[in-house]
């Protein structure tokens, strides 16, 4: 796993989608520099498909990261489609909302999936229709 460089954080996102309902949820967890836990969260973001959802932790994990004044960032992914996304230099044309949000504040990477299985069972956490942001430190 690729760690942030100094005085930045490392955000690791994750989506699940309930194939029964197409409900989806997103975990996050927030790291320093060194790898170090600083919090996580998980939400349920309602009917939804994975790249959606996916888009939905990233924006909130910028959030969440911004009010608690950590403001470098970079966001790791194992959705290819959400990074590249990002990436593209046209992502200000995306038709995608959260597209646009996501490009203006980070670095983002790829992620593959094995590397990180704690975001993965953050995520899964989450069920029912409380669509609040759980905060986990």
């Known amino acids: 796993m ?3 460089p100094d005085g ?3 955000i690791n996102t994750d989506a699940a989608i309930d194939p029964t309902t197409n409900e989806g949820t997103v975990g996050c967890v927030i790291r320093s520099a060194d790898g170090g836990w600083l919090m996580g969260f998980n939400k349920v973001v309602g009917i939804s498909n994975p790249l959606q ?3 939905w932790g990233i924006l ?3 959030k969440l990261a911004r009010s608690f004044g950590l403001n470098s960032i970079l966001i790791q992914t194992d959705n290819t489609q959400a ?3 990002i ?3 046209e992502a ?3 038709p995608f909302p959260l597209v646009h949000a996501g490009r203006m504040y980070v670095a983002l990477s790829r992620n593959p ?3 990180d299985k704690v975001a993965d069972e953050i995520a899964r956490l989450s069920s029912g229709a409380n669509f609040q942001v759980t905060i986990l430190r």
């Open 8 to 10: 930045w954080c490392c």
């Open 2 to 4: 690729e760690t942030a």
């Open 92 to 94: 200000q044309r995306s």
């Open 60 to 62: 909130t994990g910028i």
């Open 113 to 115: 999936r094995e590397e």
């Open 53 to 55: 959802a996916e888009l």
């Open 83 to 85: 990074a590249l996304l």
């Open 87 to 89: 990436n593209d230099r």
